[in-house]
């Protein structure tokens, strides 16, 4: 794991060691996920986006969502909404649950979000980002970020949007380098992410195709950005966080860090929900395309996690 004595950059006060990420994705990097890459050497955690119409309700989910603990400090909460005055209410109540960090999220492609003007669907309206970061950086006593796309393909305003949050008092912005039509397909605009670092003063992480170890450091020579969100790649191989690519990692590596991920999945989902979430996890991490067809129904098969590891033990001794 590469080692950080210094911070690497400051999202206003807030001191940064690394130049690694893990993204914020919905469904994936709940705390059981986000902690361990954390513990791999993730620079901070940012949490699943969350509506601020859910945090302004009775719901429990919000709490369930944003739960972090002090050692995946700093943790940036990430939320989103159509709305700037129930934004800035969501985030002034969540702020007292403690984040360092405070995050909008600008680039979610998903039709169910952008198609109501939220995610990337908010960067159709510079005026209201305007306004809400505006609010947001008045009444919050932590940082603000955000987090964009390109736009969409017809209007590609990144650049608008990055001065809008500087200028608006955001303390960063991070760079998914797709448009909305791109979602996850395609190849990323590293030239973009470049123009957005040499158009603001404050820190820019870069996000799109970082898919190995030596792509971390080619994105920041590239594009000059502060830092590297990943994404997609980490599901097979959180091993990125400690510069390890998939092939340089041990069968008892992969083994440890499959129970000690169960163990927190359990731990905070209880046992059914937990081994049932983690499944999605499991899949990625033994390269199921590399197990034979029975076998990679045995793994996806409800299972009690005492048993799940017995049948992970006789699969390295098979594949061993």
């Not at 609010?135 to 970020?145: D, N, R, Y």
């Not at 990144?158 to 001065?163: C, E, F, N, T």
Request: hydrophobic share 40%.
């Amino acid at each position: 794991m590469t080692e950080f004595p210094t911070p690497t950059f400051y999202i206003r006060d807030v001191p940064v060691y690394g130049d690694a990420l893990l993204a914020p994705m919905d469904g994936y990097s709940d705390w059981p996920f986000r902690s361990l890459c954390r513990d791999l050497g993730s620079a901070m955690s940012y949490t699943e986006f969350v509506h601020a119409e859910k945090i302004l309700s009775k719901s429990k989910q919000p709490m369930k969502k944003l739960y972090f603990e002090a050692a995946e400090r700093p943790v940036t909460f990430q939320l989103y909404g159509d709305n700037s005055d129930r934004i800035v209410e969501a985030a002034l109540r969540v702020q007292d649950w403690g984040p360092d960090i405070i995050d909008i999220n600008m680039g979610c492609p998903a039709k169910s979000v952008s198609n109501r003007g939220a995610g990337v669907g908010m960067m159709k309206s510079p005026l209201k980002i305007a306004r809400t970061f505006k609010k947001l950086t008045a009444k919050l006593k932590v940082p603000v970020t955000g987090k964009i796309r390109l736009g969409w393909e017809r209007n590609q305003n990144y650049k608008l949007i990055a001065r809008i949050v500087e200028e608006c008092g955001g303390s960063l912005i991070a760079l998914h380098g797709r448009t909305k039509e791109q979602a996850y397909s395609g190849k990323a605009n590293w030239d973009a992410i470049a123009e957005v670092k040499a158009t603001v003063k404050i820190p820019v992480i870069g996000n799109g195709d970082v898919k190995r170890v030596e792509d971390i450091e080619k994105m920041k020579l590239y594009t000059g950005c502060d830092a590297v969100m990943i994404g997609r790649a980490t599901l097979a191989n959180p091993w990125i966080f400690s510069r390890l690519d998939r092939e340089q990692v041990s069968s008892e590596q992969v083994r440890g860090t499959i129970r000690t991920h169960l163990a927190k999945s359990v731990e905070f989902y209880g046992e059914e929900d937990g081994q049932r979430l983690f499944r999605k996890y499991a899949v990625q991490y033994l390269l199921m395309k590399t197990l034979d067809r029975e076998t990679r129904k045995q793994i996806l098969k409800p299972m009690p996690p005492a048993e799940f590891l017995e049948m992970l033990n006789q699969v390295y001794a098979i594949t061993a």
